[in-house]
């Protein structure tokens, strides 16, 4: 099955800046793009929070009201990766990110469902402190 893995995260101050990486490989549905992607974000006892998503090609994106301005996703198909920039960081931003795969070329207007994902990494960590 696709795997996916995240890397890039750390801690950083509000205010500061963060790319995420996630590398693909592995795939049984075509090719990395196929895939629509998306970053999805985590803290104990909430529900996983669709962070933004791009259609397979890169020509369609989705964020997050709050993370619009800030974050921008991105994807390069040429070397299976895509990629989460983080910019003004919050302290509401704490959390475990995920990048996800679904299987179609268009992520459709309920991008932000983790049940529409049918991949997973295993999540980075990012923390930002006040």
């Known amino acids: 099955q696709v795997q996916l893995v995240e890397s890039g995260g750390g801690s950083v101050q509000a205010g500061g800046s963060l790319r995420l990486s996630c590398a693909a490989s592995r795939y049984t549905y075509g090719s990395y793009g196929s895939y629509c992607m998306g970053w999805f974000r985590q803290v104990p006892g909430k529900e996983r929070e669709g962070v933004a998503a791009?259609?397979?090609?890169?020509?369609?994106?989705y964020y997050a009201d709050s993370v619009k301005g800030r974050f921008t996703i991105s994807r390069e198909n040429a070397v299976n990766t895509l990629y989460l920039q983080m910019n003004s960081l919050k302290p509401e931003d704490t959390a475990i990110y995920y990048c996800?795969?679904?299987?179609?070329?268009?992520?459709?207007?309920?991008?932000?469902?983790?049940?529409?994902?049918?991949?997973w990494g295993q999540g980075t960590q990012v923390t930002v402190s006040s």
């Open positions: 791009i259609s397979a090609g890169g020509g369609t994106t």
């Open positions: 996800a795969a679904y299987a179609l070329f268009v992520c459709g207007g309920d991008w932000y469902r983790a049940t529409k994902y049918n991949y």
